[in-house]
């Protein structure tokens, strides 16, 4: 038996994307984001709203990171979709998020999230959506298994729950893509 809920921005899993980004004058600034994700293979679109500080600082300096919020670091990645730069000027120092410049983008890296994607501003698409290109992900080497790739138990990012507004975290196994469905051909 199923019970309908109308219409809901109910998406699941949706990842909790910290935006970093520069302002004109060079002052950093992040935001928590659950509305974007991958736009092909090498490119992101992201959901922001023309208000958004982050967004008018894309727009002037061409150029974003995606980070992938943490288990580790909730209260932080909270605190930046809450609060706006607009009215905040010590948002990020009040976050503890630390930066670096990232080697690719003119953008901020947060140090604190291990996994980022380094983007280049394509364009502002007709509905106001950002779609960037990815030109570089950068994972801290904590976070990364024997294997050379992202361990999840060690990254272990976290997901916004829409329904409940909670945020969990991703990474129990579940089976093998591009080869468990192959038991039924």
């Not at 023309?50 to 995606?66: C, D, L, M, S």
């Not at 003119?106 to 106001?128: F, Q, Y």
């Not at 960037?132 to 801290?140: A, T, Y």
């Amino acid at each position: 038996m199923r019970k309908n809920f109308g219409t809901k921005s109910w998406f699941y899993p949706l990842p909790v994307l910290i935006i970093g980004t520069y302002s004109e004058d060079g002052t950093a600034d992040a935001m928590n984001a659950a509305w974007g994700g991958l736009y092909d293979a090498d490119k992101v679109v992201l959901c922001l709203s023309a208000g958004h500080r982050t967004t008018a600082n894309i727009k002037a300096r061409g150029a974003f990171t995606v980070s992938f919020a943490d288990a580790a670091h909730v209260v932080a990645s909270d605190y930046v979709g809450m609060v706006s730069a607009n009215s905040e000027p010590q948002k990020m120092e009040k976050s503890g998020f630390h930066l670096t410049k990232s080697e690719f983008v003119d953008a901020p890296l947060i140090d604190e999230l291990p996994v980022a994607l380094e983007c280049k501003l394509i364009k502002v698409n007709e509905d106001g959506n950002i779609i960037g290109q990815i030109v570089n992900v950068s994972v801290d080497e904590s976070v990364l298994g024997e294997d050379g790739s992202i361990d999840f138990a060690k990254f272990r990012p976290i997901s916004f729950e829409p329904a409940h507004n909670a945020y969990h975290v991703l990474g129990e196994k579940a089976g093998n893509a591009f080869q468990d469905g192959r038991k039924l051909k």
